[in-house]
């Protein structure tokens, strides 16, 4: 498919061997991205739009989260070419690494957990120092009707109570930071309740737990964690 003559520069504001973050200024145009032409071996796991705060608009921009699986691609790449509902574009990648403001942080956390799956998790990892305050955020939305969770009967198995969706990956936050998980098995129990068992490879009575985020199709809840240890 030949790419139109339409073409951008993107801020590169995080990179490292597999994942990095694009920056793109909005200018009259809210183009959706769909995903990655060019290079093939570069594949989009997320994206957000920042910049609109009410009837304020403040710096538009679109974020996008790339993931390969060669640690050598974003070494040497300087564009990539995005399908989006508009037309297809160049984006220019530039190293400027402009430093995002907490809302633009707290955007893109929400839009990467949102994205979870078990196959893109590996890249979130490297992630979690970057977007580490926008995970707080998440986590600090402490709504009415949040589900908690609570060890279950080993400690790789989790109870979770008032859960409305079928997650697949979590995120756990505890003294010594962040720690994420596919989700090996999810159970329901109708005889405690409507509880749902959680097994993953993060022990929670040895991690110190204060917070968690459970994720899957393209959900994400903040579960508080009762009787960690």
Same mark, same amino acid.
């Given at each position: 498919?030949?790419?139109?003559?339409?073409?951008?520069?993107?801020?590169?504001?995080?990179?490292?061997?597999?994942?990095?973050?694009?920056?793109?200024?909005?200018?009259?145009?809210?183009?959706?991205?769909?995903?990655?032409?060019?290079?093939?071996?570069?594949?989009?796991?997320?994206?957000?739009?920042?910049? *609109?705060?009410?009837? &304020? =608009?403040?710096?538009? @921009?679109?974020?996008?989260?790339?993931?390969? +699986? !060669?640690? $050598? #691609?974003?070494?040497?790449?300087?564009?990539?070419?995005?399908?989006?509902? *508009?037309?297809?574009? &160049? =984006?220019?990648?530039? @190293?400027?690494?402009?430093?995002?403001?907490? +809302? !633009?942080? $707290? #955007?893109?956390?929400?839009?990467?957990?949102?994205?979870?799956?078990?196959?893109?998790?590996?890249?979130?990892?490297?992630?979690?120092?970057?977007?580490?305050?926008?995970?707080?955020?998440?986590?600090?939305?402490?709504?009415?009707?949040?589900?908690?969770?609570?060890?279950?009967?080993?400690?790789?198995?989790?109870?979770?109570?008032?859960?409305?969706?079928?997650?697949?990956?979590?995120?756990?936050?505890?003294?010594?930071?962040?720690?994420?998980?596919?989700?090996?098995?999810?159970?329901?129990?109708?005889?405690?309740?409507?509880?749902?068992?959680?097994?993953?490879?993060?022990?929670?009575?040895?991690?110190?737990?204060?917070?968690?985020?459970?994720?899957?199709?393209?959900?994400?809840?903040?579960?508080?964690?009762?009787?960690?240890?």
């Amino acid at each position: 498919m030949q790419v139109q003559d339409i073409s951008t520069s993107g801020a590169v504001v995080y990179i490292d061997r597999r994942t990095a973050v694009l920056k793109i200024p909005m200018r009259g145009s809210c183009a959706v991205p769909l995903g990655v032409l060019s290079p093939t071996s570069v594949d989009l796991i997320a994206w957000s739009f920042s910049g *609109f705060t009410g009837q &304020r =608009v403040r710096d538009p @921009s679109c974020f996008l989260v790339l993931a390969c +699986e !060669e640690e $050598s #691609t974003f070494s040497s790449l300087s564009s990539v070419t995005i399908r989006t509902h *508009f037309g297809d574009r &160049r =984006v220019a990648m530039t @190293s400027t690494m402009t430093p995002m403001s907490d +809302e !633009e942080t $707290s #955007t893109v956390a929400k839009a990467l957990v949102s994205a979870l799956t078990p196959g893109n998790l590996a890249h979130f990892g490297p992630l979690i120092p970057f977007l580490r305050a926008g995970l707080d955020a998440i986590l600090a939305e402490d709504e009415a009707g949040n589900p908690d969770v609570r060890c279950g009967d080993t400690a790789e198995t989790w109870l979770a109570h008032k859960i409305d969706f079928v997650p697949d990956c979590m995120i756990v936050r505890s003294s010594t930071g962040y720690a994420c998980s596919p989700l090996t098995a999810v159970r329901f129990h109708a005889a405690r309740r409507g509880a749902v068992s959680l097994t993953t490879n993060i022990p929670l009575n040895t991690q110190r737990a204060d917070g968690a985020i459970l994720s899957g199709n393209g959900r994400y809840v903040a579960a508080r964690v009762i009787g960690a240890l």
